[in-house]
């Protein structure tokens, strides 16, 4: 018999990493597809033209340090360009984030239920990721302060969060930060900004406090979720530590060249994030009129918290209906806001399922 050979061992930490669950894609046109947070819209047109003219030039490598979007987004968000930093996606720049600021041992802090990849992607860096339980639907700060130690370099704030949606103030991330530690890193992960009216300021955060850098991402409202782009807005060190970690040439030629037309675009993308606030104030008071205790969400999503037994069968409803939606575990179920018909779809599920809609204890 053949002995096996040996093979390189992969690190031990994946063994026991879970993968990222992304939500699931639709098969065909009947499907309604609302499980991954991602845009109804098609790009807009400047945009399209944009990414069609940077397709005559994929035989090229792109800008690896991304100037002339680096440029933008500094304008846009009001900064200088050596605070912006950019990778693909926030995911992307993320990652990006925790490899320049964490060593092996580490901690990072962050909130639990909030978006699934800061659990993974703090391991990836090898550090150790601290899940602070939410109070209720929103981010529990105290905890949060209360769970720093010598050993955590990072916090991860998600506001509005994903999957409840419920947005943080300026006010009490002020008096968060007046109990963090000048050398922890507090990162606002801003990927729902162009939603949220609730006001917060993350950029008067940012000029106030040194130590806190904002992720965002053009996934979102921009509609370029399957061109990987986000960027980061830090200290001028923190921000080149980013960009030194990228992985060259990560941020293609086309996701560049749609993101500088997508900037560009600002009154027909507001027109676009109008319609989608104006559908989540529909879906949500339709939701509490059936009996949802729905949070006000800020996100382009909804969310209804509910136990495992009505999670599973709310989920096989969806399904019998072509409609998808996102479950998770133990928590709940976050519905995805797109055009009025497929949101109808969802609502009419809900309505026609009266026993499972009843608002856990």
């Known amino acids: 018999m053949t002995p096996t050979p040996l093979l390189p061992a992969p690190r031990a930490l994946l063994e026991h990493l879970p993968a990222y669950v992304a939500g699931r894609r639709a098969t065909s046109a009947d499907v309604a597809a609302l499980a991954s947070n991602e845009s109804h819209h098609a790009p807009l047109p400047s945009v399209l033209t944009a990414i069609a003219e940077a397709s005559q030039r994929v035989n090229r490598y792109p800008d690896p340090q991304g100037l002339a979007l680096r440029d933008a987004i500094a304008a846009h968000v009001g900064v200088d360009v050596e605070q912006v930093a950019i990778g693909p996606g926030s995911n992307g720049i993320l990652q990006q984030l925790l490899a320049a600021i964490c060593d092996p041992g580490d901690e990072v802090v962050h909130a639990w239920r909030s978006f699934e990849a800061y659990p993974i992607l703090a391991r990836l860096a090898g550090a150790t990721p601290v899940g602070v339980p939410l109070d209720g639907e ?3 700060l105290p905890a949060m302060a209360a769970a720093i130690t010598p050993r955590t370099r990072v916090v991860l704030l998600c506001t509005p969060n994903n999957p409840t949606g419920v947005a943080l103030t300026t006010a009490e991330v002020e008096h968060f930060l007046a109990a963090v530690p000048r050398d922890v890193l507090v ?4 990927a729902y900004v162009e939603y949220d009216g609730s006001g917060f300021d993350g950029p008067a955060l940012l000029r106030r406090h040194p130590n806190v850098a904002l992720v965002r991402t053009f996934s979102k409202a921009h ?8 960027y980061a807005v830090a200290a001028p060190a923190i921000a080149e530590a980013i960009r030194r970690t990228m992985l060259t040439f990560a941020v293609t030629d086309l996701a560049q060249a749609a993101g500088l037309a997508s900037l560009a675009a600002t009154a027909e993308l507001r027109e676009r994030v109008g319609q989608v606030v104006a ?3 529909r879906v949500t008071a339709e939701l509490r009129r059936l009996g949802w205790e729905t ?6 999503f909804v969310w209804l918290r509910c136990g495992d037994h009505h999670r599973e069968e709310l989920l096989a409803a969806f399904d019998a209906a072509d409609v998808l939606v996102r479950g998770y575990a133990g928590d709940g179920i976050r ?6 018909a497929s949101n109808d ?7 026609a399922a009266p026993a499972v809609v009843a608002v856990p204890a």
């Open 223 to 230: 509609g370029l979720a399957g061109l990987r782009l986000g």
């Open 335 to 340: 519905i995805t806001l797109a055009d009025r």
């Open 295 to 300: 949070p006000d969400s800020q996100a382009n």
């Open 138 to 140: 929103r981010h529990d």
């Open 345 to 351: 779809r969802a609502l009419a599920i809900l309505t």
């Open 187 to 190: 990162v606002i992960d801003e």
């Open 279 to 281: 559908e989540r104030t």
